[in-house]
C-alpha cells in the first residue's frame, strides 16, 4: 500500500477560503477515487496561509479487474440506451453483442480482465479535481489563464515516494517545496510526507490547523492563569486567526486603562473584529485592558507587542473622541436629521419611519396597556443613533450605542433598553427581548417593515 501527498504552495490565502478549499477539494477527491475504484485507509486535508495538503494512506499501486460479462439494455430499447451503457463501462460497439435470456433478448459485452496503474490515474485525476474546484473568490496574475485563491506557485505531488507528473496550467508538479515563508528561498527535495512534516517541524511550522488551535488555546489559558484572568473566546474569530498562522506565537498586549469608560461592546468590537484580538476579563466577568495577540513569528524583542499596542491605541483614542462627542448630541434633536437616510424606495427616509412606528406605538400602547410615553419616545428615538460617527464606524452595534447615548442623556432605563432591544431578534435562534416596551417597539419596528 502506498501513500498521496499533494501540497499546494501559494501566496497567503484569506482564512475564509481556506476551510472550503480543505474541505472541497477532499471532496473531489473522495468521489474521483470512488468512481475509479481507488480505495484507501485514510484522508486527511490541512492548510496554512500559503499550504494546501492533501493526504491518503492505504492506497494499492495497481487496481486488477477481472474479466466479466456484463448486460445492457433490451434490444428493442432506443439507442440512447444502448450508446449510455457503451459510454459508461468504456467499450466499444464492436464488442456489443446480442443474446436471449428468459426476459427477453438483451445487450452484453464481455469486459476483458484489466490492470489500472495507479499512478498513472492520479496524473489524471488531479489537474481534473483542481480545475473543478470553484473558490468562492478567485484571482488571475501575470498572463495566466489559471484562477486560484492567490497565485500558485508550485505543486509537489508524490505517490509511493515517487512524482506524479503533470502539468496544470503553466506550472508542473515536483517533489520541492519552500521551507520559508520569508524569503521564498531554497526549495527543498521531499521524499515523503514524514519527512515533509520533519522539515516544517525544524521550521516550526504546524501543518495541523487543529493542532495549531490546541496550541493557541492552551497558551492563552496559560496567560489567563498567571494573571487571574478569564477568556470568552470568539470561537469564529479564532477560526480565522488559526488559518493566519502557521507559526503561532501568544503575545500579551495591554491598551491605556482610560479606555475602559468606553461602552465595552466599542472595546471588544475594536480588538476582535478590526485587530483580530482575544479580550481578557477580570474574575467578575469584566473587561480589561489586556488583550491577546496572535501572531506568526516570535518577538523577542517586544517591537510586534509594542507595535499592536499603539495600534489599538489610536484606534480607540479615535473611538473615545467620539463618545464623547456622539453622547453629548441630543437624541430628540437627532431625529429631524433621519430625513437624510434613505429606508427604502418609495417608502421614504428613516424620518418617514420612525413617524410611523410612533403611531403604531401609541396604538399598541393602548391595546396592550403599556405605558404610552414610554412607548412613544422609545419608537422615536430607536434609530437617532443611525447619525452618529460611532455607528458609522461599528455598524453592528446601532441601537447598542444609542441605548448608551440615551442612558448618559438621562432618559429612563425602559427607554434605553427599547432602544438596544428593538432590533431583536436578529435570526430564528436569536435573543429576543423581555421587558414590555422593548417587546412593543420591536414588533411595531418588524410590522412596518413587513406592511
Given at each position: 500500500m502506498s501513500e498521496l501527498f499533494l501540497e499546494l504552495f501559494s501566496e497567503e490565502i484569506p482564512s475564509g477560503l481556506q476551510k472550503n478549499a480543505r474541505e472541497g477539494i477532499l471532496k473531489l477527491f473522495t468521489e474521483s477515487f470512488d468512481k475509479l475504484d481507488i480505495n484507501f485507509k485514510s484522508k486527511k486535508s490541512y492548510s496554512t496561509p500559503k499550504r494546501l495538503v492533501f493526504f491518503f494512506e492505504g492506497i494499492p499501486e495497481k487496481i486488477?479487474?477481472?474479466?466479466?460479462?456484463?448486460k445492457g439494455p433490451k434490444v428493442d430499447a432506443p439507442t440512447i440506451a444502448l450508446e449510455g451503457f457503451i459510454k459508461?463501462?468504456?467499450?466499444?460497439?464492436?464488442?456489443?453483442?446480442?443474446?436471449?435470456?428468459?426476459k427477453g433478448?438483451?445487450?452484453?459485452?464481455?469486459?476483458?480482465?484489466?490492470?489500472?496503474?495507479?499512478?498513472?490515474?492520479?496524473?489524471?485525476?488531479?489537474?481534473?479535481?483542481?480545475?473543478?474546484?470553484?473558490?468562492?473568490?478567485?484571482?488571475?496574475?501575470?498572463d495566466h489563464s489559471l484562477a486560484?485563491?492567490?497565485p500558485l506557485k508550485s505543486i509537489l505531488a508524490?505517490?509511493?515516494?515517487?512524482?506524479i507528473q503533470f502539468s496544470f496550467h503553466h506550472l508542473l508538479s515536483n517533489n520541492l517545496t519552500f521551507s520559508d515563508e520569508i524569503i521564498e528561498e531554497g526549495q527543498k527535495k521531499i521524499k515523503n510526507f514524514t519527512s515533509y512534516l520533519k522539515l516544517l517541524d525544524r521550521k516550526k511550522i504546524i501543518l495541523d490547523q487543529n493542532l495549531r488551535k490546541q496550541l493557541i488555546v492552551k497558551q492563552i489559558d496559560k496567560v489567563c492563569r498567571t494573571r487571574k484572568l478569564k477568556k470568552k473566546l470568539n470561537e469564529k474569530l479564532l477560526d480565522e486567526v488559526v488559518d493566519l498562522v502557521e507559526k503561532p506565537n501568544v503575545l500579551v498586549g495591554k491598551f491605556n486603562m482610560s479606555f475602559l469608560n468606553i461602552p465595552k461592546e466599542i472595546l471588544i468590537t475594536s480588538m476582535q473584529q478590526h485587530q483580530k484580538y482575544?479580550?481578557?476579563?477580570?474574575?467578575?466577568?469584566?473587561?480589561?485592558?489586556v488583550f491577546i495577540i496572535v501572531t506568526n513569528l516570535e518577538d523577542k524583542k517586544g517591537l510586534v507587542k509594542i507595535?499592536?499596542?499603539?495600534v489599538i491605541s489610536a484606534r480607540l483614542s479615535d473611538a473615545k473622541f467620539f463618545w464623547e462627542k456622539n453622547k453629548a448630541q441630543s437624541l430628540v434633536?437627532?431625529?429631524?436629521?433621519?430625513?437624510?437616510?434613505?429606508?427604502?424606495?418609495?417608502?421614504?427616509?428613516?424620518?418617514?419611519?420612525?413617524?410611523?412606528?410612533?403611531?403604531?406605538?401609541?396604538?399598541?400602547?393602548?391595546?396592550?396597556?403599556?405605558?404610552?410615553e414610554k412607548v412613544e419616545i422609545s419608537a422615536s428615538i430607536c434609530k437617532a443613533d443611525l447619525l452618529s460617527d460611532l455607528v458609522g464606524e461599528y455598524p453592528e452595534l446601532q441601537g447598542i450605542l444609542g441605548s448608551y447615548f440615551a442612558s448618559a442623556q438621562g432618559f429612563d432605563e425602559d427607554i434605553s433598553l427599547a432602544i438596544k432591544e428593538h432590533y431583536l431578534p436578529l435570526g430564528l435562534d436569536g435573543k429576543i427581548p423581555k421587558k414590555p416596551i422593548s417587546v412593543a417597539v420591536s414588533i411595531i419596528d418588524k410590522i412596518d417593515t413587513l406592511v
Open positions: 486488477e479487474k477481472k474479466g466479466m460479462t456484463i459508461s463501462n468504456n467499450i466499444n460497439r464492436a464488442e456489443v453483442f446480442e443474446q436471449s435470456i428468459e433478448r438483451f445487450f452484453f459485452a464481455k469486459i476483458s480482465p484489466k490492470i489500472t496503474l495507479v499512478k498513472q490515474e492520479l496524473a489524471k485525476i488531479i489537474p481534473d479535481i483542481l480545475n473543478k474546484y470553484s473558490w468562492k473568490k478567485s484571482m488571475r496574475w501575470a486560484w485563491g492567490r508524490l505517490f509511493d515516494n515517487q512524482v482575544f479580550p481578557l476579563f477580570n474574575q467578575e466577568d469584566n473587561l480589561t485592558n507595535g499592536n499596542e499603539r434633536k437627532q431625529v429631524g436629521n433621519l430625513k437624510s437616510i434613505n429606508f427604502f424606495s418609495k417608502l421614504g427616509t428613516m424620518f418617514h419611519k420612525v413617524q410611523r412606528i410612533r403611531k403604531l406605538g401609541t396604538m399598541i400602547a393602548d391595546q396592550l396597556n403599556l405605558n404610552k
